[in-house]
């Protein structure tokens, strides 16, 4: 037996409830099979050992009191994965599905996510069970409240640094460091996503979608395809998606339908960003309204990779595009997949849109926008000083570009050319290795 596959087998063995985890480390251990070939020193460091288990696990009770006066409870949780190169980084997730293998599968891939992005960041993650839908302000205020009565003991601005994720936007990041500030007496950038006026950056919102196109856009440009007059699906209608379709328009292609967990809107001329916007950044509707103001626009249920398109952007959630989706795309004459969401491709989707020659750029590396954004609103916050808009965006753009530089050269070097999964694996991988090797056994 192989030195990854022994790894791999005491991860499932250890915690053999966590199937979302055992998916993404299966993922990242066979990229690096041949990086292990060639340094056999990695595996005497015990290198895989101490990477696939968190730095630090913390679960605890958050209690709170509904608009009828009842006391609820849900339970928070925050997985400090490795700090090898910097503060724990990544989002809080509030979503009744969250649980420890969702939490840990997320902050594992932040590892690798965090060091392609060339800045200082580790890899963490977090989050609760408490559904924020349907939620009054004053519910989700309280709730973050009490989320953060807990939490706020082990994050700080040079500890672990969270932000958003699914179900946590603007409002409860708001609601979070109200609360952090209160209880520490401490102005600084222990949480980013936050609002322009108290601490936040610009194109912070953005950041994630628009860095998701850039990567893409340098991808096909290399194999000779253009953004320019393609005909995109976007699944989800969340941040990502909201500005993934912003950035297409800018760059001249066309998005012809966006989803959420009602159903998909299709319309052959073009989803309106203003209107998607409106409903659900304002009202926090669902796509079906979008309607109104698409009169030629039509709602449906079912997988939206049905729709003939030429990029495919999956912006949801993990594990919606399946190998039958994957064949649809193909069949369609789909020529590039971008991974908007954390490990939205089932592995078999994956293999068979690689083996078909549909380019493929991975999550960790096309959706790392968001969290190097977030890294650049610490560093303004460090200095006290925001920069702009136009300022933000550039540095997001070089970063995207250099993602794709590292992930394809480091795919080339291993015998993988144009394997950008192997590639981000590897070059994400190699930082992080050089500080564990550096730092010793901790």
Known sequence: MG???????????????????????????ESLEPVFERHPEFQKAGILERLVEPERQ????????????????????RIQFNSAIGPYKGGLRFHPSTYSGI???LGFEQIFKNSLTGLPIGGGKGGSDFDPKGKSDGEVMRFCQSFMNELYHHIGANIDVPAGDIGVGGREIGYLYGQYKKLTRNYDGVLTGKGLTYGGSLGRKEATGYGLVYFVDEMIKARGKTIKDSTVVISGSGNVAIYALEKINQLGGKVVAVSDSSGYIYDPNGIDICTLKQVKEVKRGRVK??????????????????????????????????EEDARSLIANGCFAVGEGANMPCTPEAAKLLIAN??????????????????ALEMSQNSMRFPWTFEEVDARLRTIMKNIYIQSSEAAAEYGQKDNLIIGANISGFLKVVDAMMSQGIV
């Open 58 to 77: 913390i679960f605890f009770r958050v209690p709170w009191v509904d608009d009828e006066g009842k006391i609820q409870v849900n339970r928070g949780m």
């Open 357 to 374: 020659n549909v380019m493929f750029a991975p999550g960790k590396a096309c959706n790392a926008g968001g969290v190097a954004t977030s």
């Open 103 to 105: 939490v840990k599968f």
């Open 3 to 29: 030195y990854v596959q022994e790894v791999y087998d005491q991860v499932v063995a250890r915690d053999p409830h966590e199937p979302e985890f055992h998916q993404a480390v299966k993922e990242v251990l």
């Open 289 to 322: 309204d979008c309607l109104s103001c698409q009169p030629e626009g039509e709602f449906g249920t079912g997988s939206i990779w049905k729709i003939k398109c030429d990029i495919a952007l999956p912006c949801a959630t993990q594990n919606e595009l399946n």
